[in-house]
């Protein structure tokens, strides 16, 4: 199990290393994951070994946004004190993510020659 772990790692350190390194705007785990990807297209047997270990990490990410809930409630002063902006911003969003979605599918939708 120390293993699957220390690639998983080791992927996201790299990946992190080089986007500090080079100053891009990608995300550290975003390269890393992009590295354990082609790890993984390359050496199939890594697939073996990684995947009982992320599927048990999978298993557990509720508990990755204790730590955001634990903000949340640090900050709760500022929710008290601007909750009408907060709820606005959340709502307007919102409504505006479903839209893009909504006007995105319509798009790909005619692009495709389908009917409604």
Known sequence: MLTPIAILL????????ASRA???PVPGPVLGLLL?????LLRPAVAQ????VAQRILAHLSLLF?????GVMA???????????????L????VISLLVGVGTFLFVLRLSGGSR
Do not use: I
């Open 36 to 40: 354990l990807f082609v790890v993984l």
């Open 75 to 89: 900050q709760l002063d500022v929710l008290v004190r601007d909750w009408f902006a907060l709820g606005v911003t």
């Open 22 to 24: 080079l100053g891009l």
């Open 10 to 17: 080791v992927c996201q350190l790299a990946g992190e290393t």
């Open 49 to 52: 070994s990684v995947g009982p």
């Open 66 to 70: 204790v730590p955001a809930g634990v």
């Open 91 to 94: 709502v307007a969003s919102t």
